[in-house]
C-alpha cells in the first residue's frame, strides 16, 4: 500500500513528468505585472519605484481576478444562493483591489498573497475539522471525484499552508523587485504542483488496501 513516504514522494514527483499543458490564461497576470512595471517604473521616476510597483501589481491582480471571476461564481452558487453569492463574489473581487488602490508599499502586494493563503487554507481545515468535504465538491465536482473528496480536502490545507510558507520566506529573503517576478510564475507553479498532488491523492485512495 502507499503508507510509506518513500512511495508518496516518488509517486507524487513522478506525475509532473505526464502532466498535460497548462492553460494560456494562467501566464496573463504574470506577463502584465513583468510587462507593466517597468513602464511605470519609468513614467513615475525612481522617487516613484514603489508606486510603480503597486499599481503594477493591481492592475495584474485585476486581471487574475476578471479571469478567475467565473469560476469563483460558479462555486460559490454551489454552496449559497443567487444574493450572498454575489455579495461575496463582490467582496472579495473588490476589497483586495480596494486595499492596494490605498496602499502605497510594496508590501501589502506580498501580504495580499499571504492573506489568500491563510483564507483558503482556513476553509479547507474548516471543513477538515467538521468531517466534511463541502468545499472541496465545488472545485472537484466530478462523480469519480466523490471518493477522493475528504483526502482532497486535507491535501488542500497542506498546500495553502505550505504556499503560505513559502511565500512568507520569499518576502523575507529576496527584494521586492525579485518578489515580484516570483509572483508573476507563481500560478504556474501552483497549478503543476496542485494538479500533481490531485493526482497522488488519488492514486494513494485507489490503491489503499492493494499490495504493490
Known amino acids: 500500500m502507499y503508507r510509506d ?33 517597468p513602464v511605470l517604473a519609468v513614467m513615475l521616476g525612481g522617487d516613484g519605484n514603489g508606486h ?20 469563483m461564481v460558479r462555486r460559490m ?43 483558503i487554507g482556513g476553509v479547507f481545515f474548516a471543513d477538515y475539522l467538521r468531517g466534511r468535504s463541502t468545499t472541496a465538491a465545488t472545485f472537484w465536482p466530478a462523480p469519480e471525484m466523490q471518493g477522493h473528496l ?23 529573503s529576496v527584494d521586492v523587485s525579485h518578489w515580484l517576478l516570483f509572483w508573476a510564475v507563481l500560478p504556474v507553479i501552483g497549478h503543476t504542483v496542485l494538479r500533481a498532488l490531485v493526482l497522488t491523492v488519488i492514486n494513494a485512495d485507489d490503491d489503499q488496501g492493494h499490495p504493490v
Open 5 to 37: 513516504p518513500f512511495d508518496i514522494f516518488r509517486l507524487f514527483f513522478s506525475l509532473f513528468q505526464d502532466l498535460p499543458p497548462l492553460p494560456r490564461t494562467i501566464y496573463i497576470p504574470g506577463a502584465v505585472l513583468v510587462t507593466s512595471y
Open 52 to 71: 510603480a510597483m503597486v499599481t503594477a501589481f493591481l492592475i495584474a491582480l485585476s486581471v487574475r481576478i476578471a479571469l478567475g471571476f467565473e469560476g
Open 77 to 119: 452558487l454551489m454552496q449559497y444562493s443567487v444574493s450572498r453569492t454575489v455579495v461575496l463574489a463582490l467582496v472579495f473581487s473588490i476589497a483586495p483591489l480596494a486595499v492596494l488602490a490605498l496602499a502605497s508599499d510594496p508590501l501589502w502586494c506580498q501580504r495580499m498573497q499571504s492573506a489568500f493563503y491563510v483564507i
Open 150 to 172: 475528504m483526502g482532497l480536502t486535507r491535501m488542500m490545507v497542506v498546500y495553502n499552508f505550505a504556499f503560505l510558507v513559502l511565500n512568507e520566506t520569499m518576502i523575507r
